[in-house]
């Protein structure tokens, strides 16, 4: 059984351009632990609400650098960034 | 664009999100072992047991073949499949409450008999699934449900030191590690070690992971991240404790 509601992804533009930065509302739990670890303090609250209803992160694209340090400590794996030159690896 | 999450393939991604708390450690460590699943390409051939505790919620986190058992028994359940299916590369998953104290018979006599399995133990400091009670790592002057004013050491004694204990009573050819969910990659590389430990038939493998707990310890991000970070790295000290040595050739 798949739950189509964790597939769907919220994408925006990020770092000129250069990556897409994806959060799975899903599958955020709204634990908050990517905001506090990301470098650029990029990441604030959405009006987007997640799993358990509460708001989901949403990145400043002028301040996202797409380094992706969110996407490796979120434990529910909710945010996804896809740099478009590749170089995706951990 | 279509994107999709970046699960692990390991994972199971129909039963995602998982059931653990918003924040919590666990996702983080099952995080890194389906990475190392997938980067070391054995899904087929692993077997997870999950213990009693939290640990328990990962029943179908995996698609490999998975049990689930009691306080710390999912040490000696493991080391029988491996017995029985040598071919198979065995995840013995549990908390500090389930091996360090109820279970922790197991733990000892599985690391003193050098049984050729890998243990991934988590320390959150708790009794996490019960509501937060004082375990055997809760820190000195740690509040818990248990110990309201602090862990106080002339009454409840000192926290277990794991991986200590377990590199002092194991052979030369185990491998052991204390690792963190703060420090992710290092926390993938001692669980890929553990698991190469295995499939090279050396020794016991067992890896430490310093975990979060928002629920019980009523921590918001900021304060998870320290608790975890900064208090308990004080206290349990991260790195390799015993790397086997390879003979060359
Ligand atoms: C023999 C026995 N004693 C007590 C319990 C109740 N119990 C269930 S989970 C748990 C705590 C588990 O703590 P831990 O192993 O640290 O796992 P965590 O939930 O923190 O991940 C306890 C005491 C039980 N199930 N069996
Ligand atoms: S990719 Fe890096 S800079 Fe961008 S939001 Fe995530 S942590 Fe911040
Ligand atoms: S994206 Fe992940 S880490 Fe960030 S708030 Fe949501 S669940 Fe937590
Ligand atoms: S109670 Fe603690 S250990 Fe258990 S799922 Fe929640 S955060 Fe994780
Ligand atoms: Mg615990």
Redesign the interface.
């Known amino acids: 059984?798949?739950?189509a509601a964790?597939?769907k992804?919220i994408?925006i533009d990020v770092h000129k351009g250069k990556a897409?930065f994806?959060i799975?509302p899903?599958?955020c739990?709204?634990?908050?632990?990517c905001?506090?670890?990301c470098p650029e303090e990029a990441l604030s609250w959405s009006e987007e609400l997640g799993?358990?209803g509460?708001p989901t992160v949403v990145p400043d694209p002028e301040k996202c650098k797409a380094c992706r340090i969110c996407?490796?400590?979120c434990?529910?794996?909710?945010i996804?960034i896809?740099r478009k030159t590749g170089g995706d690896k951990? | 664009m279509d994107i999709q999450p970046k699960m692990p393939k390991s994972w199971n991604a129909a039963t995602k999100p998982h059931k653990f708390c918003p924040g919590c450690g666990h996702g983080l460590i099952l995080k890194a072992l389906g990475q190392v699943i997938d980067e070391m390409g054995i899904q087929d051939r692993v077997v997870f047991g999950c213990d009693i505790g939290c640990s328990l919620l990962a029943w179908d986190f995996f698609n490999v073949d998975t049990v689930q058992t009691h306080h710390g028994r999912t040490t000696p359940v493991m080391v029988g499949i491996k017995k029985a299916r040598p071919d198979r590369i065995v995840i013995a998953y549990m908390g500090d409450g389930g091996g360090y104290a109820i279970g922790s018979q197991h733990l000892v006599n599985a690391a003193t008999r050098d049984d050729k399995i890998t243990v991934i133990l988590v320390n959150n400091t708790v009794y996490a699934m019960t509501g937060g009670q004082m375990a055997p790592t809760t820190m000195p002057g740690q509040k818990t449900e248990t110990t309201p004013y602090g862990r106080e050491v002339e009454q409840a004694g000192y926290p277990m030191m794991g991986p200590e204990m377990v590199a002092a009573i194991t052979q030369e050819g185990a491998y052991v590690a204390r690792g963190s969910v703060a420090r992710f990659r290092k926390l993938k590389q001692y669980i890929r070690k553990a698991l190469e430990n295995q499939l090279a038939m050396r020794g016991f493998s067992f890896v430490e992971a310093l975990s979060t707990c928002p629920t019980n310890w009523r921590t918001n991000a900021e304060k998870t991240w320290e608790f975890v970070e900064k208090k308990m790295t004080e206290q349990y000290p991260l790195g390799e404790l015993k790397v086997p040595v390879v003979k060359e050739g």
């Open positions: 059984m798949e739950k964790t597939k992804a994408s897409v994806s799975f899903g599958l739990k709204g634990c908050g632990l905001r506090e670890k799993v358990y509460t996407e490796q400590v434990p529910d794996c909710a996804a896809v951990d």
